[in-house]
């Protein structure tokens, strides 16, 4: 099995790292950077639960090679937080209990981002449309699509909020 | 429509029980700090994965490690022979006559699923261990199968275990038939049905369904050769029974063993049983003396979580000449999989037949059941466990009832339900149940969707050759099984209470440890509500802890909706002696008679006296400062209790579901979604409607994609997300939400419990609603789950007749 040394910025941290050939995005952040925020859900890109930004872009992690990352910029949940201070869109989640048992929502969490820089102000069609990609077994999805709702409000409204 | 949430903060200590605040858990799971177990690292840490049946029913030929054991980075490969142990899984519920064979850690002469475990692999890194795991050279003779509970009790079916020669069979009993139950009166019923003046006919199969949390089952297993201690990290909503069950199965002192569960991904009743993978994940720490992680592939727990459902079922009603219900008779045959889960046995008998009464008064019931062992992974509970089961049964046969009839299914159920006054009702299938006014939510409901403006439209629609649909559901749910004494009679292997211990330490804070073990459900909130409620203590100075065999002092878990009813009940019990040792000590320092003492907000005051007073905090301090407390007390402040209900709590309510139907392509579009529930007393509400939205998602999916599928040799067919239609955002329609509340009558809080009541409801809201539809078909029944094949088929076949 080859190995390559490669060099991933997650959170704005340069992290060098030497990996296998094969292995998976997720398992670099997780078991070896120790960003454990993107859970493993389905490993086959069905559930949404690893989900990251690599570029800008929400990935499911699980099927993508970290060497495929290297070079890239990785965003994950964890660095959404502005030190103590929540991102409006994981405020909202709390808010609105939009999660239970939380597997999901590091996912849920990146998937809105994305959206939200899409769209800033979609519908609640057009919320379930853009979730199709992540799965939650607890909430049934409503206070997730509030939760969505609110965060469109609270960056819609305070521009100050987060602009990325 | 949805309800407010506000931050713990602005509320008062007085308001805080029923406030739907935040969530307290929220800012480690939002934030990618929360600790499954699958985040936790160790030094020097191995992995171990299994090496599993493909196929569900063979003879074991030969099992050859060497390719396996000789790849690099492999530290041990073992098979059953390599451990000397008892190695069997036990079962925690027995019935009269059941059969209880064998069911080993790891096979060694038939495996009996597709996914049952034949060798482990443990090596120094996960991916390594996964290939050798497929180096492992099973050589597997293929046997013939059966997955369906009906077939494998006919002649000739292929028997899965084979009883011993000392094993006494009463004669004709087959020998896949693990029990054959009953309950409620068979002449009473019989004679009921040959005086009736109308008798309706129900066929139904309630489906095998797949559990899904999100979160795979996982296990780090760590072991201290010097103390002999076996730490064990997993993915359990119930540490305490693990532990207590792992102790006998690997064969290691309970007090040696310290099951912790941290965060926990969603369980819905698969992370109650105990499975041979943990204890294999404990066998090779110890054996290894290093730390060892297992976690499942989403493939593999959908061959080994165990399964929920598989009913196949024919029941009967008898009506008299005003419609009124004068008896139900019921048999069904019940999917137990290839061997009995920890509660198997439970699920489609007790947890089942008494429920079968619905919301109804019904003057003669009888219901047998036979639990089949097929080539299917084990059955057990799933959320919900049995009561869904009853509740689609008589809600199904309820509405067929109505239309053979043709009475309006409101009406039926109204003319029959058990009255305000009759509680409580004693049912004829030994339950007696607590509290209810079933009227209240049907009334509640009706009005919710305008039903009489509904007729209305659906008839209007009609005529445009557009099918719109009502189904009603009027479930029941038991939750809280209890007393234990009672469960103990009915073939329970351990009570049923729950444990909690509440420690108040000197500075006045207070740590709440409770035996139920939540993993999505907000626990944390809400048991903070509650004794922040009992003791006047601020919210945020209350801790709850939660999922730990050394911290917490005994539990029994977190299933069956009791967390509430019989967790909170503890803790408010705890809390409660903790103020009466409080109040004692009070009294002492304020030189007043305890009989002369209120407490009120916090605080001990002499009754009449305000400015004579001291709060729990400052009496908590002096009780640990122990300088003037009463002669012969003991120091300090904290209680323990053992909480043991009286009765089962039976939550109920009324949901409505309208369609719309295309007979041409046979797709179904939920249009409105309408629960009205009553679960008793609401700590938060917002927390309730959760659960509510959660449950209902569920049983929407078993209604309309859901379905565990076998093929004849007992291949899953639906062994991926991308094969079983676990439901995504676009399919669970916007849930309204409205509740009743009848407390219960016989626990502290007035709690009845919330977690499975949406999934009880919910299939029968949905098939009832399509079968409404339909009626111009002359469709009365479609198979769950209900894909727009089965329905565009059944509408030709109805059409062709």
Known sequence: MAEHDITIEVNGTEEELTVDSRTLLVHALRDELGYTGPNIGCESSLCGACTVHVDGQAVKSCTMLAVQADGASVDTVEGLADGEELHPIQKSFQEEHGLQCGYCTPGMIMTTQQLLEDNPDPSREEIREALEGNICRCTGYQNIVNAVETAADKLNGGARAEGD | ?801
């Open chain 2, 1 to 801: 429509m949805s309800i407010e949430t506000i931050e713990s903060g602005a509320v008062d200590a007085e308001e805080i029980l029923g406030s739907a605040i935040e969530r307290r858990e929220d800012p480690s799971l939002i934030t990618g700090r929360a600790e499954y177990t699958d985040d936790i690292q160790r030094p020097d840490m191995l992995h171990m994965a299994v090496v599993r049946s493909e196929y569900g029913h063979a003879r074991v030929e030969g099992i050859d490690t060497s390719q396996a054991e000789g790849r690099d980075g492999v530290v041990a490969v073992y098979t059953a022979e390599d451990f000397d142990v008892p190695g069997e899984l036990p079962v925690g519920w027995l019935l009269d006559g059941l059969r209880t064979p064998a069911h080993p850690l790891l096979a060694s002469e038939r495996v009996r699923y597709q996914g049952d475990a034949l060798a482990v692999v443990v090596a120094e890194d996960r991916y390594t261990a996964h290939d050798a795991a497929d180096a492992v050279e099973v050589e597997l003779e293929r046997l013939d199968a059966v997955t369906d509970p009906a077939a494998a009790i006919e002649d000739g079916a292929p028997v899965l275990h084979e009883a011993a020669d000392d094993e006494d069979l009463e004669p004709g009993r087959h020998e896949n038939a693990a029990f054959e139950w009953e309950i409620g009166d068979a002449e009473k019923t019989d004679a009921a049905f040959a005086d009736a003046d109308e008798t309706v006919e129900l066929e139904i199969e309630n489906q095998l369904l797949i559990p899904n949390a999100m979160e795979p089952r996982a296990t780090l297993a760590e072991y201290d050769a010097g103390t002999g201690d076996l730490r064990i990290n997993m993915t359990s909503q119930n540490p305490h029974v693990h532990r207590l069950l792992m102790s006998g199965v690997i064969d290691h002192p309970e007090h040696r063993l310290h099951v912790r569960a941290p965060e926990v991904g969603g369980g819905f009743g698969s992370k109650i049983h105990h499975y041979a993978d943990e204890a294999l994940c404990a066998l090779c720490a110890r054996d290894l003396e290093r730390p060892v992680k297992w976690v499942a592939s989403r493939t593999e727990t959908y061959q080994t979580d165990a399964l929920g459902r598989g009913h196949v079922t024919r029941g009967e009603m008898a009506l008299d000449e005003d419609g009124r219900i004068v008896g139900l008779r019921v048999d069904t045959k019940a999917n137990l999989g290839a061997y009995l889960s920890t509660f198997a046995p439970a699920i489609p008998t007790y947890l089942y037949g008494t429920l079968l009464s619905g919301q109804y008064d019904i003057p003669a019931i009888h219901c047998s059941v036979t639990g089949a062992f097929t080539n299917v992974p084990p059955v057990d509970a799933y959320r919900g466990a049995g009561r869904p089961e009853a509740s689609y049964l008589v809600e199904r046969i309820v509405t067929r009832a109505a239309r053979q009839i043709d009475m309006d299914p409101a009406e039926f159920r109204r003319l029959n339900f058990v009255d305000p006054e009759q509680f409580p009702y004693e049912t004829q299938v030994a339950v007696e149940y607590d509290s209810g006014d079933y009227e209240k939510t049907l009334d509640a409901a009706l009005e919710h969707v305008d039903y009489e403006g509904f007729r209305e439209r659906q008839q209007e629609a009609r005529e445009e050759g557009r099918y719109l649909g009502i189904g009603l559901s009027a479930y029941i749910e038991a939750c809280g099984l209890a007393p234990s004494e009672l469960a103990g009679q009915l073939g329970a292997q351990a009570g049923l209470w729950e444990s909690s211990l509440v420690r108040m330490q000197p500075s006045g804070t207070v740590t709440a440890y409770c035996g139920t073990s939540g993993h999505g459900q907000g626990h944390h909130t809400t048991y903070a509500q509650v004794i922040a409620n009992e003791l006047g203590v601020p919210y945020d100075d209350i801790e709850v802890v939660e999922g730990d065999t050394d911290e917490i002092p005994q539990g029994m878990g977190t299933y069956g909706s009791r967390s509430a009813a019989v967790g909170g009940s503890s803790l408010v019990t705890s809390a409660r002696k903790v103020v009466e040792k409080a109040k004692k000590i009070a009294a002492h320092q304020l030189e007043a008679d305890e009989a002369d003492l209120v407490f009120e907000g916090g605080e001990f005051h002499v009754e009449g006296a305000p400015g004579r007073g001291m709060t729990l905090q400052e009496v908590a301090g002096a009780a640990y400062l122990a300088h003037d407390i009463p002669d012969g007390m003991e120091p300090g402040l904290e209680a323990t209790s053992f909480y043991d209900p009286e009765n089962f709590t039976f939550p109920f309510g009324l949901h409505a579901a309208i369609v719309e139907v295309d007979p041409d392509s046979g797709e179904i579009e939920i249009e409105r979604y309408v629960a009205v529930d009553d679960v008793g007393e609401q700590i938060n509400p917002k927390i309730v409607e959760g659960q509510i939205h959660g449950g209902i998602a569920q049983g929407v999916g078993q209604a309309l994609y859901e379905g565990a599928e076998y093929d004849e040799n007992g291949t899953l067919v639906t062994g991926s997300m991308q094969d079983y239609a676990v439901p995504k955002a676009e399919h669970v329609p916007e849930i309204e939400t409205e509740s009743t509340v009848t407390p219960c009558p016989h626990n502290p809080l007035g709690v009845k419990g919330v977690g499975e009541a949406g999934t009880i409801a919910a299939p029968q809201a949905v098939v009832n609603a399509v079968t409404d539809a339909l009626e111009p078909f002359g469709v009365d029944d479609v198979e769950m789950p209900l894909t727009p094949e089965r329905v565009w088929r059944a509408v030709q076949a109805a059409e062709v007749n």
